[in-house]
């Protein structure tokens, strides 16, 4: 079987089981086989299963099969792990997939550093005539530039991803989704969505997405369903699941529940403290969204650290979904001076914003008209 080819046709179970058939007929494993078992395996969400029938491939030294192990760290919010078994597998095999791993594990401690490394990786794929790969880290730039703030270089990646995809008939479902879903934020954020990208929302990420598309194009309560659907799906990891309530309190709000977002704000604080800064701060967001209504006096001055957070890391959506509620909590004060000196210091987050991208991150767009 040639098993990229499988992998790029999205025949990840077929692949995997014509993996594990030979992998139970050698004495010693073979890092090729041991590879695509795990990268399958990932696709599929059987990472566990395929450790406990081969519990060595956890200790593998192979340098693409800790690429993988880095991915699976990351996943699991092991993000110093992650980004040591990155670098170790890197620097002993220079090639896609251990930069496209290392962009991965690197993106929280500095985007532009990620956006580095998945340009070595589209480098690694284009040189190895792997239009797949090259797709792979297009999908991922543009995911990237959309953490940046740079919508229109979002689209253009997203869209080249899907024309080169479009050419080499890929049929990878989660590499489609995650192409159609930066697309889709780009229009989201930088102009205006029209119609929801086709996705195939059995993938958690997928369905994450749909329900932030579905609550820009003003259908919050589908959006509430899809968030509480994920929240179900995935298993109780504090890093995961903190995202997802930060999306439900602001659909809550768009709704007008606020005494629910309140509630499900604080549960959002308090499962956020004591973890890396990057989880803890999607729970301080999902607090001080509804907080900030309630209370304007008093949420200024976290609100205001927090964009300052937002502003160094970089986050371009987080950042100016908090500089809009700042200003929101601002006016409602009537600290005109003040509203607009917030949103000129979180400039490069807003400059790329829609009016539709505005109402999108921070609710209707008349509360931030001159």
Known sequence: MDLEAAWSAGQHQEGLAWCLERLCQIPVSDPLLSRYALEFALELGQENALFLQFPDLTHSQHPEVQALLSRIAWQRGQLSQALELAQQAYQQSPCFLTAY?????????????AGCWLREALRQAEAAGQPQRAVQAAAALALLEVTLGAYAQAEVWAAWGLRVA?????????LRNTLNMAWGYAQILGGRLGVLPPLEIKHPDALLAQGDFLLALGQAEAALKAYATVDDQLPPIRARRLPILVRKVRALLELGRLEEAQRLGLEAKVLGEETLDTFRDWGELAYLLPFSLLNPSEAVEPLAELLGRFLRR????????????LARAYLSLGLEAKARATLAEASWALEGLSAEGRAFLAGQAAFFQE
């Open 101 to 113: 791993t290392l962009a991965t594990a690197a993106v929280l401690r500095s985007p532009h550093e």
């Open 166 to 174: 479009e050419s080499i008939g890929l049929k990878h479902p989660s």
């Open 314 to 325: 970089p986050s371009a959506p987080r950042a100016a979904m908090t500089a809009l509620h």
